[in-house]
C-alpha cells in the first residue's frame, strides 16, 4: 500500500546521514506561509527579476531576439574567474577555451571574452556590478554587450552562489569547481572528446525514481513527477527509447549501470532523496547530496544510512564509460551545498551555517572528471529541494517546467538555454510573491496556500544550478545510426610550465644621445632617415621568420618508444615502426601540457619506463629553452638596429 500524503503537508526530499531521518521535518502550509513572510524579497535583483517577467510577454526567453540559442557564433561564451585564481587552472582549461573561441568568435571577436586578471569577479560582487564594469546593464541578454553563456570557474566560497542565482536569471550560467588542474583538465579534454572526437550517441532516455517504503516525499516525486514527465518523453519524442525504471528495480547496483555502466543512456532524470550530514561531519563534503536508493527501507530504519544505501561519488567506478551524458537530479543538494541555511525561520537575526563553507557535491564533480570520459553536465538543486514544488495543493501537478527542459535538451539545445524555463519561472514567481508580502504588510489577509505554494516553488526553481559549460549539448547519433561513444583511456597529467625565457633589455636612446653631440648628425638626417625605413622592412622580414621559428619551438613533442627486437625497428617519416609508441608528452604553445602515461598490466604506471620518458623531457625542455633564448637574443639584437636616432 502506498504512504498517505498529508495534502496540508510540505516535504523536502532529503535525508539526515546520522540518523536515518528527514532533513527538514514536514511543514504544514501555514508555517511555510509564515517563514514566506518573513523573507526579504527586494533591491536590485528584485527589480531585474521583475523586468524578466514583463519582458517575456513580448520576447524569447534568455538571449535578445533574432539570436539563435544553439549558435555560439551569434549568442556569444564567456568564461569568469575569480579574483586571484591559480594560473594553473586556466592552462587546464586551455582545450575547451580554445574551442569556444573557434565557435564564439567565428564571426565577431568580441564574442569571446575571458573575465580573467583585472577582469575577473572581484570578493563580494553583485551581479549588477560585476557587469556594470564591463560595460553591460539589466534587460535581455545581449551579444555585443556581454556572452549569453557564461561559464564560472571556482567554488561557492570564491564566486558565491549569489553571485550565480542572480547572473543566472539574465544569462545562461554553468559552474565547474574541482579540487585539482588535473580534473579541470579532463573535463576540458571530454567536451572538446565529445564535440569533435567522433561522440554519437543512440537516443535514450533513462528516468529513474525512488519510492521508498512507507515515504510519502518519495512516492509523490516518483507518481506526480517522473512517471508523467517519462510519458511525455515518449509522447512527445516518438524517435526516442524512453525507459522508466520501476521504483522497485531503483536500486544502488542499478543506478551504477545507468551511471557509466551498460545501460548509460544520453540523458538522465532521477528522483530521489539527497542525502545530508550535519555541520563539520567528516563525510560532509565527500558524500553530501549522494543519491539514496530504493535500498533504504523507508523512515521505519531509525538510524544511521549505511553507504550501501546511497549512490555518491566514490561509487563511480573506475571503468564506467560516459562521455556526453547529461544528467538532472531531484534531491536535496544534488549540486551542492551552501554555507548558510536558505530557509531559516522567521525572525531569525542571521541565518545557521549548515556547512563549514559553500561546496558542490561530489558526484557530479566525479561524474564530469572521470578519466574514461566524463558527463558533461548535470543539473541539480543547491539546498535542499522541496517535494511540492512540482504540485501545489488544489491547482494540481505542475510539471510544465520540467517538460519544457527536458524538451529543449532532447532537441538539441545547450543545456544553459533549456534551463531557463527554470529561470523564468523564478522571475515569475519572486516578483508576484514580492508583491503579494508588500499588499499583506498593508493589512492583506494572506492566503496560506498561495503564499506556501509560491515560496516552495520559488526557493525550487532559483536553486536548480547547472554544473558543467552551460553551452554543451547531447551529441546524438543520426536516426538509425549505430552509437558511437569513445573510450578515453589515458588519465592526463598537468605539468608546471618552464619559465618564461629571459628578455634581453633594450638599448637606452636616452644613453645614446648623451655620447653623441647633436651638431654632427645634421649632414646625416635625410640619408638615416632612408636607412631607418630600409630597416624596418628587412627586421619585419627576418622577424617573422624568427616568430615562425618560436612557434616551431615552443610546440614540443617527446615520444618515447619500446620493442622487444631493436634490428627490426626503423625510423621513417618522423617515427619509428616495428616498435610501440609507450609514452607521449606534448608541451604547446599556450604552456599546456599533456601527457599519455604507461602502465603495466597491473593497471599501474610503469615507473622504471615513465622515468626514462621524463628525463627525455627534462632534456627536450633544457634544448628548446636554449633555442628559444638564442632567437630572442637574435631578435632583440636586430631591432637593436633601429634605434639610431
Same mark, same amino acid.
Given at each position: 500500500?502506498?504512504?498517505?500524503i498529508?495534502?496540508?503537508?510540505?516535504?523536502?526530499?532529503?535525508?539526515?546521514?546520522t540518523?536515518?531521518?528527514?532533513?527538514?521535518?514536514?511543514?504544514?502550509?501555514?508555517?511555510?506561509?509564515?517563514?514566506?513572510?518573513?523573507?526579504?524579497?527586494?533591491?536590485?535583483?528584485l527589480?531585474?527579476?521583475k523586468?524578466?517577467?514583463?519582458?517575456?510577454?513580448?520576447?524569447?526567453?534568455?538571449?535578445?531576439?533574432?539570436?539563435?540559442p544553439?549558435?555560439?557564433?551569434?549568442?556569444?561564451?564567456?568564461?569568469?574567474?575569480?579574483?586571484?585564481?591559480?594560473?594553473?587552472?586556466?592552462?587546464?582549461?586551455?582545450?575547451?577555451?580554445?574551442?569556444?573561441r573557434?565557435?564564439?568568435?567565428?564571426?565577431?571577436?568580441?564574442?569571446?571574452?575571458?573575465?580573467?586578471?583585472?577582469?575577473a569577479?572581484?570578493?563580494?560582487?553583485?551581479k549588477?556590478?560585476f557587469?556594470?564594469?564591463?560595460?553591460?546593464?539589466?534587460?535581455?541578454?545581449?551579444?555585443?554587450?556581454?556572452?549569453?553563456?557564461?561559464?564560472?570557474v571556482?567554488?561557492p566560497?570564491?564566486?558565491?552562489?549569489?553571485?550565480?542565482?542572480?547572473?543566472?536569471?539574465?544569462?545562461?550560467?554553468?559552474?565547474?569547481?574541482?579540487?585539482?588542474?588535473?580534473?579541470?583538465?579532463?573535463?576540458?579534454?571530454?567536451?572538446?572528446?565529445?564535440?569533435?572526437?567522433?561522440?554519437?550517441?543512440?537516443?535514450?532516455?533513462?528516468?529513474?525514481?525512488?519510492?521508498?517504503?512507507?515515504?510519502?516525499?518519495t512516492?509523490?516525486?516518483?507518481?506526480?513527477?517522473?512517471?508523467?514527465l517519462?510519458?511525455?518523453?515518449?509522447?512527445?519524442?516518438?524517435?526516442?527509447?524512453?525507459?522508466?525504471?520501476?521504483?522497485?528495480q531503483?536500486?544502488?547496483?542499478?543506478?551504477g549501470s545507468?551511471?557509466?555502466?551498460?545501460?548509460?543512456?544520453a540523458?538522465?532524470?532521477?528522483?530521489?532523496?539527497?542525502?545530508?550530514?550535519p555541520?563539520?561531519?567528516?563525510?560532509?563534503?565527500a558524500?553530501?547530496?549522494?543519491?539514496?536508493?530504493?535500498?533504504?527501507?523507508?523512515?521505519?530504519?531509525?538510524?544511521?544510512i549505511?553507504?550501501?544505501?546511497?549512490?555518491?561519488?566514490d561509487?563511480?567506478?573506475?571503468?564506467?564509460r560516459m562521455?556526453?551524458?547529461?544528467?538532472m537530479?531531484?534531491?536535496?543538494?544534488?549540486?551542492?551545498?551552501?554555507?548558510?541555511?536558505?530557509?531559516?525561520?522567521?525572525?531569525?537575526? #542571521?541565518? /545557521?551555517?549548515?556547512?563549514?563553507?559553500?561546496?558542490?557535491?561530489? &558526484?557530479p564533480?566525479? !561524474?564530469?572528471? $572521470? @578519466?574514461? *570520459?566524463?558527463?558533461l553536465?548535470?543539473?541539480g538543486?543547491?539546498?535542499r529541494?522541496?517535494?511540492?514544488?512540482?504540485?501545489w #495543493?488544489? /491547482?494540481?501537478?505542475?510539471?510544465?517546467?520540467f517538460?519544457?527542459? &527536458?524538451?529543449?535538451l !532532447?532537441?538539441? $539545445? @545547450?543545456? *544553459?538555454?533549456?534551463?531557463?524555463y527554470f529561470?523564468?519561472?523564478?522571475?515569475?514567481?519572486?516578483?508576484?510573491?514580492?508583491?503579494?508580502?508588500?499588499e499583506?504588510?498593508?493589512?492583506?489577509?494572506?492566503?496560506?496556500?498561495?503564499?506556501?505554494?509560491?515560496?516552495?516553488?520559488?526557493n525550487?526553481?532559483?536553486?536548480?544550478?547547472?554544473i558543467?559549460?552551460?553551452?554543451?549539448?547531447?551529441n546524438?547519433?543520426?536516426?538509425?545510426?549505430?552509437?558511437?561513444?569513445?573510450?578515453m583511456?589515458?588519465?592526463?597529467?598537468?605539468?608546471?610550465?618552464?619559465?618564461?625565457?629571459?628578455?634581453?633589455?633594450?638599448?637606452?636612446?636616452?644613453?645614446?644621445?648623451?655620447?653623441?653631440?647633436?651638431?654632427?648628425?645634421?649632414?646625416f638626417?635625410?640619408?638615416?632617415?632612408?636607412?631607418?625605413?630600409?630597416?624596418?622592412?628587412?627586421?619585419?622580414?627576418v622577424?617573422?621568420?624568427?616568430?615562425?621559428?618560436?612557434?616551431?619551438?615552443?610546440?614540443?613533442?617527446?615520444?618515447?618508444y619500446?620493442?622487444?627486437?631493436?634490428?627490426?625497428?626503423?625510423?621513417?617519416?618522423?617515427?619509428?615502426?616495428?616498435?610501440?609508441?609507450?609514452?607521449?608528452?606534448?608541451?604547446?604553445?599556450?604552456?599546456?601540457?599533456?601527457?599519455?602515461?604507461?602502465?603495466?598490466?597491473?593497471?599501474?604506471?610503469?615507473?622504471?619506463?615513465w622515468?626514462v620518458?621524463?628525463?627525455?623531457v627534462?632534456?627536450?625542455?633544457?634544448?628548446?629553452t636554449?633555442?628559444?633564448?638564442?632567437?630572442?637574443s637574435?631578435?632583440?639584437?636586430?631591432?637593436?638596429?633601429?634605434k639610431i636616432?
Open positions: 500500500m502506498s504512504p498517505r498529508e495534502p496540508d503537508l510540505l516535504t523536502f526530499n532529503g535525508i539526515d546521514a540518523t536515518g531521518a528527514y532533513l527538514q521535518r514536514p511543514l504544514t502550509v501555514a508555517e511555510a506561509s509564515l517563514l514566506a513572510r518573513g523573507e526579504a524579497v527586494g533591491g536590485d535583483h527589480d531585474e527579476l523586468a524578466r517577467k514583463e519582458r517575456e510577454t513580448e520576447v524569447d526567453y534568455g538571449v535578445v531576439e533574432g539570436v539563435d544553439k549558435d555560439l557564433a551569434q549568442t556569444g561564451w564567456g568564461v569568469i574567474f575569480p579574483a586571484n585564481h591559480d594560473p594553473a587552472i586556466r592552462e587546464a582549461l586551455a582545450p575547451l577555451l580554445d574551442l569556444r573557434g565557435q564564439a568568435a567565428a564571426r565577431k571577436e568580441q564574442y569571446y571574452k575571458e573575465y580573467i586578471g583585472v577582469d569577479y572581484r570578493p563580494n560582487e553583485s549588477t556590478s557587469l556594470r564594469r564591463h560595460g553591460a546593464g539589466p534587460g535581455v541578454a545581449d551579444p555585443e554587450k556581454a556572452p549569453y553563456y557564461m561559464l564560472l571556482g567554488d566560497e570564491a564566486i558565491p552562489y549569489r553571485f550565480q542565482y542572480q547572473l543566472d536569471v539574465q544569462y545562461a550560467v554553468g559552474r565547474i569547481a574541482f579540487d585539482t588542474p588535473e580534473e579541470y583538465a579532463q573535463y576540458a579534454h571530454s567536451v572538446v572528446e565529445a564535440e569533435t572526437g567522433g561522440l554519437a550517441l543512440g537516443r535514450r532516455a533513462a528516468f529513474f525514481a525512488t519510492a521508498n517504503p512507507g515515504d510519502g516525499p512516492a509523490l516525486s516518483s507518481s506526480a513527477l517522473v512517471a508523467p517519462a510519458q511525455f518523453v515518449a509522447g512527445d519524442q516518438p524517435n526516442w527509447k524512453v525507459d522508466t525504471i520501476a521504483p522497485e531503483a536500486t544502488k547496483a542499478r543506478l545507468l551511471l557509466g555502466g551498460a545501460e548509460t543512456p540523458l538522465l532524470f532521477t528522483a530521489s532523496h539527497g542525502m545530508g550530514f555541520k563539520d561531519d567528516a563525510m560532509q563534503f558524500a553530501q547530496g549522494g543519491l539514496l536508493c530504493q535500498d533504504w527501507p523507508g523512515p521505519a530504519w531509525q538510524q544511521a549505511p553507504p550501501s544505501f546511497y549512490f555518491g561519488g561509487d563511480v567506478s573506475s571503468g564506467a562521455l556526453g551524458l547529461i544528467a537530479h531531484f534531491a536535496c543538494y544534488g549540486a551542492g551545498t551552501p554555507q548558510f541555511d536558505d530557509y531559516a525561520p522567521m525572525g531569525n537575526a #542571521t541565518r /545557521a551555517a549548515i556547512a563549514p563553507k559553500g561546496f558542490l557535491a561530489r &558526484l564533480q566525479r !561524474l564530469l572528471a $572521470h @578519466p574514461k *570520459g566524463g558527463a553536465a548535470v543539473i538543486h543547491v539546498e529541494a522541496w517535494g511540492y514544488s512540482f504540485q #495543493t488544489g /491547482a494540481g501537478r505542475q510539471i510544465q517546467t517538460q519544457s527542459t &527536458l524538451k529543449r !532532447l532537441e538539441g $539545445h @545547450p543545456v *544553459g538555454s533549456a534551463l531557463e529561470n523564468s519561472r523564478y522571475a515569475e514567481l519572486s516578483s508576484d510573491l514580492a508583491s503579494d508580502l508588500e499583506i504588510k498593508y493589512g492583506k489577509v494572506a492566503n496560506d496556500y498561495e503564499i506556501a505554494g509560491m515560496w516552495t516553488a520559488n525550487d526553481a532559483r536553486s536548480y544550478a547547472i558543467g559549460d552551460p553551452a554543451v549539448r547531447l546524438l547519433a543520426a536516426e538509425g545510426a549505430a552509437e558511437s561513444r569513445p573510450i583511456n589515458e588519465a592526463i597529467q598537468v605539468s608546471p610550465s618552464p619559465p618564461a625565457a629571459p628578455t634581453r633589455p633594450a638599448p637606452s636612446p636616452a644613453a645614446h644621445d648623451a655620447a653623441t653631440p647633436y651638431g654632427l648628425l645634421d649632414p638626417r635625410d640619408a638615416q632617415s632612408k636607412l631607418v625605413s630600409t630597416l624596418q622592412g628587412v627586421v619585419q622580414q622577424g617573422e621568420s624568427l616568430l615562425r621559428a618560436v612557434e616551431n619551438l615552443t610546440a614540443t613533442e617527446v615520444r618515447t619500446v620493442s622487444d627486437n631493436l634490428q627490426n625497428v626503423k625510423y621513417d617519416n618522423g617515427a619509428f615502426t616495428n616498435a610501440r609508441l609507450c609514452a607521449v608528452t606534448r608541451l604547446n604553445f599556450g604552456g599546456d601540457t599533456m601527457n599519455c602515461v604507461p602502465t603495466a598490466s597491473d593497471g599501474k604506471i610503469d615507473d622504471a619506463l622515468k620518458h621524463c628525463d627525455s627534462d632534456k627536450a625542455i633544457a634544448n628548446r636554449e633555442a628559444i633564448k638564442l632567437v630572442t637574435a631578435a632583440a639584437s636586430l631591432l637593436g638596429v633601429l636616432t
